[in-house]
């Protein structure tokens, strides 16, 4: 399944990964050099953090390139229900108004509650209105929250 990703999001994880490819690997090469001079290999602590350090950064840059190349890059079209990319307010049993994007957590931005699509929130929000009441259950407990406004998210 492809993943949501606005277009922000997008060029965000493309910079990543070529920041990755580039200045992170030549970082990662000038360290293991460096730590290759130091002697012998196989008791050297600082050449196996770096080889450590190193396997982590391929993995991330495979990651970043499979998703990538399987993400569903697009605005958000305003249907008046809660779709993935929708901003979503609403209000708590408590009357606490909050509001969150419904979008894959590599969605994520500094300031804005997230709802994975996947999260029993995210869930049950999918397709409501405003106006609908929404019951999911947590691992908390058993929540319902009133949709109180829909919107897409321009970010």
């Known amino acids: ?9 997008y060029e965000k994880l493309r ?7 580039t200045e992170g690997r030549a970082q990662i090469e000038a360290r293991i050099q460096e730590a290759r ?6 008791e050297n602590a600082d050449y196996d953090a770096a080889k450590n350090e190193q396997g982590l950064m391929e993995a991330r840059i495979r990651q970043l390139e499979e998703l990538l190349a399987t993400a569903e890059v697009r605005e958000v079209a305003d249907t008046g229900k809660v ?22 957590p590599e969605n994520r931005r500094p300031g804005v509650l997230l709802a994975s699509p996947e999260s029993p929130l995210g869930k049950a929000l999918l397709g409501a209105s405003p106006g609908d009441t929404v019951t999911y259950q947590a691992p908390g407990g058993t929540f319902t929250v009133t949709v109180r406004a829909v919107r897409p998210f321009r970010g």
Do not use: N
């Open 1 to 9: 399944m492809a993943t949501f990703l606005t277009p922000d999001a």
């Open 15 to 21: 910079a990543e990964l070529e920041h990755l490819k």
């Open 37 to 42: 001079s130091h002697g012998d290999i196989r």
């Open 83 to 104: 779709e993935i990319g929708s901003l979503v307010t609403v209000v708590d049993e408590d009357g606490d108004e909050l509001e969150y994007f419904v979008a894959s």
